[in-house]
């Protein structure tokens, strides 16, 4: 390994032991908090059930034809028939036809009516706030110190991403400003937030322009602007563009753009991801330009400070700001989250012929773009020695190889031993309050894991897809920096071995997919 940038007598907090802990970005199946849950039983039960299966899988083929239209639109030469669906059926299905909304500045999106914001809130909601749910935690994990106290949803349907948000941040959000075009959206958004208690102060907007005209010009900074599910509904590149350039102006620290996982969602993300860069890169150059004739050092000082506020770089899930590797390739960047469905996904979700899975998986794309230059950190490999298997035996005493069998398994006499009672006179809690200690218990692990965390340097690779485990060797395909300073990137094929190095091994058997891999 090449040497670290950071002076040798900086302390290293990491060793091979908390590698693991720190590379851990990967959630287990989600499960959807209870309020969440009770608040869209309490929605559904004021709403019209009836012919729901059916409203579902008209829901679930009005985005499958919106998805084909924009492919289609995006590719067109004129912008003509935006705002028809080209593909929209005829006779009892046009009702289920999908409309864009237009604005000044283009398309915002798709209109939602009753029938189907009550279809999506019963169907989707759950799985778009677990996806929403595991890239904010991800931020929280990889920026500690980061706590938004005023954030923008931009396309926020029924907040999804704001109960996400409350989740991951409960007590430092102060504001909240919801952008969503669909009036049917907005009131769903409500009805389900009246039962909670400590809310935000909310705000909501049909468009950025009300927004930006409601809000004075020094107040349009947010701390965190996310956009989850939106993008994909605008069928015009030049559409998004804009819209995401506007969501960047009104962004003073983290932006995160968070699409459904596919081909056409990778694309997405990977387009303006590689937008925002170039755009203040090329901000960035004019900065040095214009200071680079004058002789003054007071101008070269304010030079550097103001580099270093236009700058950005991506917090997650890329471990550097060039290219995509993936982006001329037959594979595309896109992870899973896997939740437990909810009474109502059970009751109106239908399935192919099978039956019914208690779990989901929902596949999502995002990137998290935060606003100055990446700091440079010491990559987490550099300094550290390991052991060969070999070697590793080598170092075994002989007392190390007696098992001693007494202690590995109980005896009769213990498993018989009466309780003295002590336990018994405590009382049990209810179920609300088990619950409670419960979330507590997994709060404070994940207070205890921040301190152990994967910096934002160029050191840490991200696991695309599944790792597979061949015998004692496991290969992992990763998309990793080339370059110190994280300006470039490349996707490879890592393979680790147990025999060359064990403890990587053991990180890697238990390596999924999204996680970190050091170098």
Not at 16 to 41: D, N, W, Y
Not at 79 to 88: E, H, S, T, V, Y
């Amino acid at each position: 390994m090449a040497p670290a940038l950071l002076p040798e007598a900086a302390p290293r907090l990491l060793s091979p032991e908390t590698l693991r802990t720190a590379a851990k970005q990967s959630q287990g199946i989600h499960l959807v908090p209870l309020s969440l849950r009770r608040a869209i039983k309490r929605y559904l039960r004021d709403q019209d059930k009836a012919h729901m299966n059916r409203k579902v899988l008209l829901l679930s083929a009005s985005f499958d034809r919106a998805k084909g239209t924009g492919a289609e639109l995006a590719a067109a030469a004129t912008r003509g028939a935006l705002l028809d669906d080209p593909n929209a059926p005829s006779g009892a299905e046009q009702r289920a036809a999908r409309w864009k909304v237009r604005s000044a500045y283009g398309d915002i999106g798709l209109q939602y009516r009753e029938d189907e914001t009550v279809a999506y809130v019963a169907s989707r909601m759950p799985a778009i706030y677990a996806a929403c749910h595991r890239v904010l935690r991800e931020v929280r994990q990889r920026l500690p110190e980061f706590a938004p106290a005023k954030v923008l949803d931009f396309g926020a349907g029924p907040s999804s991403a704001l109960w996400a948000m409350r989740a991951v941040w409960p007590k430092s959000i102060e504001r909240v400003n919801l952008i969503e075009p669909s009036k049917e959206m907005q009131r769903a958004g409500q009805s389900l937030l009246d039962s909670l208690k400590g809310l935000p102060l909310i705000h909501s907007y049909d468009s950025i322009q009300e927004l930006n005209r409601n809000i004075e010009k020094h107040e349009r900074g947010h701390d965190l602007v996310i956009s989850s599910y939106a993008l994909g509904e605008i069928p015009s590149l030049s559409d998004r563009i804009t819209i995401v350039r506007q969501l960047w102006d009104l962004t003073s620290d983290v932006l995160v753009l968070l699409e459904p996982g596919t081909p056409q969602g990778a694309k997405i993300i990977s387009q303006m991801r590689s937008y925002i860069l170039w755009m203040e890169k090329r901000k960035c150059r004019k900065i040095e330009k214009s200071s680079s004739h004058p002789p003054s050092n007071m101008k070269r000082i304010v030079a550097q400070e103001s580099s270093l506020k236009n700058g950005s770089f991506v917090v997650a899930p890329c471990p550097h700001d060039g290219q995509c590797p993936l982006e001329n390739s037959d594979k595309y960047c896109h992870f899973v989250q896997r939740l437990e469905r909810t009474s109502s996904q059970r009751a109106y979700k239908r399935s192919k012929g099978v039956p019914l899975r208690g779990f989901e998986d929902e596949n999502f794309c995002y990137v998290a773009l935060r606003r100055g230059k990446r700091p440079e950190e010491a990559w987490p490999l550099d300094g550290m020695k390991f052991e060969t298997l070999k070697e590793r035996h080598a170092k075994r005493k002989p007392e190390d190889l007696i098992i001693d069998y007494d202690d590995q398994f109980p005896s009769e006499q213990d498993e018989e031993a009466p309780n003295d009672g002590g336990d018994s006179l405590v009382p049990y809690a209810s179920d609300e309050h088990e619950l409670s200690l419960f979330h507590d218990s997994e709060e404070a692990e994940e207070e205890e894991e921040q301190t152990i965390r994967a910096d934002l340097g160029g050191g840490w690779g991200r696991i695309i897809y599944s790792p597979i485990r061949r015998g004692k060797q496991v290969q992992m395909d990763v998309c990793r920096a080339t370059k110190r300073d994280a300006s470039e990137g490349t996707f490879e094929r890592v393979v680790v071995t147990k025999s060359k190095n064990p403890t990587l091994h053991f990180q890697a058997r238990w390596s999924l997919w999204g996680d970190l891999w050091p170098f």
